[in-house]
């Protein structure tokens, strides 16, 4: 929740797909409505948050197109957006404190594909997916 209302203070447009419930639940669920409203519902930009990151990434690479990454500090965010054109974050809210995170999410969704020599490497990770 703090991630979203965050984000949402800066002036994002913030669906939330997830839930907000103490006790565990099937997270590919949630990866998977938050990975098909990227590629489906025009939104640029994913953020998942769970205990680690790395269950909803996984989960969100299974979606033809989407290119989620952990991240545990902003520089691999930020560079991972500028040459793999990935297209959601995933941190841990076990491993990353709240101002970590807000650096993680600034960085990833502030960046810009620079395209160029990086295309052709995206392009091989889309052929990957048929």
């Given at each position: 929740?703090?991630?979203k209302d965050?984000?949402?203070?800066?002036?994002?447009?913030?669906?939330?797909?997830?839930t907000n419930?103490?006790?565990?639940?099937?997270?590919?669920?949630?990866?998977?409505?938050?990975?098909?409203?990227?590629?489906?519902?025009?939104?640029?930009?994913?953020?998942?948050?769970?205990?680690?990151?790395?269950?909803?990434?996984?989960?969100?690479?299974?979606?033809?197109?989407?290119?989620?990454?952990?991240?545990?500090?902003?520089?691999?965010?930020?560079?991972?957006?500028?040459?793999?054109?990935?297209?959601?974050?995933?941190?841990?809210?076990?491993?990353?404190?709240?101002?970590?995170?807000?650096?993680?999410?600034?960085?990833?969704?502030?960046?810009?594909?620079?395209?160029?020599?990086?295309?052709?490497?995206?392009?091989?990770?889309?052929?990957?997916?048929?």
């Open positions: 929740m703090h991630i965050y984000l949402t203070r800066k002036g994002h447009e913030v669906l939330d797909v997830g419930r103490a006790e565990r639940v099937d997270y590919p669920l949630y990866a998977e409505k938050a990975a098909k409203a990227v590629m489906e519902g025009g939104y640029e930009n994913g953020v998942l948050v769970c205990g680690s990151g790395v269950g909803m990434a996984i989960a969100a690479n299974k979606i033809n197109g989407i290119r989620a990454v952990v991240c545990s500090e902003p520089y691999s965010a930020r560079l991972a957006k500028e040459h793999n054109n990935a297209n959601i974050v995933a941190f841990g809210a076990r491993v990353v404190g709240t101002a970590v995170a807000e650096t993680i999410a600034d960085a990833f969704i502030e960046s810009v594909f620079e395209g160029g020599r990086h295309q052709k490497r995206v392009d091989m990770l889309r052929a990957l997916e048929s």
